[in-house]
């Protein structure tokens, strides 16, 4: 076998029930000794994270990735029956992996910035002049009444995995992943902002459809939304469009490093709302298991 070998797992019921992966018998018989000086692997995703996996030999031939860490990757990119991977040996444990949906297409993988949390008084509306991979955004703060630049700051610490944005309505709150911007900016080839008559008075979460985001049979609720809003007490949530005639019941799954996925009839929220890349969706949370959607169209 050459000295940096690649291979694929497909991923099996067994895999997510037994919360283990088998490598593959040739790879394992053939860097055995290599792997077994560490118990842990590395695995470095194409978002920048890298995840130490413990390594589990059993025999010669049969080495597993297992336990807590490795549930929480499988969580994280939300790794389901179907999916495959693509393993790049790197040499002493460590691996380079892809991950791949059911369509062989490989994955949106999440941006790895540092958190941001925005927030932006009555009256003022938000621009992102910038938000790039590992760089902290820069917000520029407008007066919609004297429509005056009046104050340029870059965002603190905050919560991670979103940015929360204040809309003009004083009591609602608007949460956006930290990729979103610069995904609409390549998607649409412009800035986002919300349209005026957009005015929610709950929580709100902005989602983006990109084409990956459209083959998936779920959507996904950062965990900065979720933890605020929902707590991890429920197992149903229901969509309802903005005129209340149409309805979706979700079942939801909760991911171990936080956030949830809406499932079951995501695939029919989609149709039913003809959805289109570019397509934004607000849902702002009326109840606490129910989200009101409101869509923007691309083509608006």
Not at 136 to 150: C, F, G, H, Q, R
Not at 189 to 194: P, S, V
């Amino acid at each position: 076998m050459k000295k940096n070998p690649q291979f694929f797992k497909i991923i099996l019921p067994s895999n997510i029930n037994e919360k283990k992966l088998g490598l593959p018998p040739l790879f394992a018989r053939s860097f055995s000794d290599e792997c077994s000086i560490v118990d842990v692997a590395r695995l470095s995703v194409g978002d920048g994270h890298i995840w130490k996996v413990s390594l589990e030999k059993v025999e010669a031939n049969k080495i597993f990735l297992h336990g807590s860490v490795w549930n929480d990757f499988v969580q994280h990119y939300s790794i389901n029956v179907g999916q495959f991977l693509v393993f790049k040996y790197k040499g002493r444990s460590n691996f380079q992996i892809s991950i791949f949906d059911t369509t062989a297409c490989e994955i949106d993988y999440p941006m790895k910035t540092r958190s941001k949390v925005v927030k932006i008084k009555r009256g003022v509306k938000m621009i992102m002049n910038s938000l790039r991979k590992n760089k902290p955004s820069k917000v520029e703060i407008i007066d919609l009444v004297n429509n005056t630049s009046i104050s340029k700051k870059k965002p603190g610490r905050g919560t991670k995995n979103g940015l929360t944005m204040f809309t003009r309505s004083k009591e609602a709150e608007i949460t956006v992943s930290q990729n979103f911007m610069e995904a609409y900016q390549k998607i649409m080839h412009k800035g986002f902002d919300l349209p005026e008559w957009f005015k929610p008075t709950h929580p709100t979460y902005l989602m983006l459809m990109t084409n990956n985001g459209l083959r998936r049979r779920y959507g996904f609720v950062i965990a900065l939304f979720e933890r605020k809003y929902i707590g991890r007490d429920l197992e149903h949530m229901t969509i309802k469009n903005v005129d209340g005639t149409r309805e979706w019941s979700m079942k939801v799954v909760w991911r171990a490093s936080g956030g949830l996925v809406l499932s079951t009839r995501w695939i029919n929220f989609m149709r039913d709302s003809d959805l289109k890349e570019g397509d934004v969706c607000a849902f702002e949370l009326v109840e606490k298991d129910v989200f009101k959607v409101s869509v923007f169209p691309a083509s608006a």
